[in-house]
């Protein structure tokens, strides 16, 4: 019977190294050819520009930037925690419980489309009024 196609040994490992070596040796070429420039030396004293948090909280620190309003005793910042952390992921939480379709067809769930439609806009506009409203 015949077989078609490479035999692993040596053929096709032989093809895999080659192209490996290659690879390897041109990001080598480019990183000698084009080598990476250092910055300016460490300073403890001084806070670099910009600093965000993480990609998952960007969206809770445009939310704080968003937020100016004190409500009664409750200053502006501890309601703007609240409301983005609790809120967002508490509307997350509930929509299967507000949403009792059984349907699997998204035309036929508008309840739970345009609840996660609303909350991934919110979330998506928050995360860009953090990065571009410093």
Do not use: C, H
């Amino acid at each position: 019977m015949r077989v078609r196609g490479l035999s692993f040994f040596p053929n096709f490992l032989l093809r895999e190294v080659v192209i490996m070596f290659t690879t390897a040796a041109s990001i080598f070429l480019l990183a000698s050819i084009f080598p990476a420039s250092l910055l300016d030396p460490a300073n403890p004293f001084e806070t670099p520009k910009p600093i965000f948090p993480e990609w998952y909280f960007l969206y809770v620190y445009g939310f704080l930037k968003f937020w100016t309003w004190d409500i009664g005793p409750i200053k502006a910042k501890t309601m703007g925690i609240v409301i983005s952390m609790v809120f967002f992921q508490l509307l997350l939480i509930l929509v299967p419980f507000i949403d009792r379709n059984t349907e699997v067809n998204l035309k036929k769930r508008p309840i739970a489309v345009i609840l996660g439609v609303i909350t991934i806009a919110a979330v998506l506009f928050f995360t860009i009024y953090g990065i571009v409203f410093e």
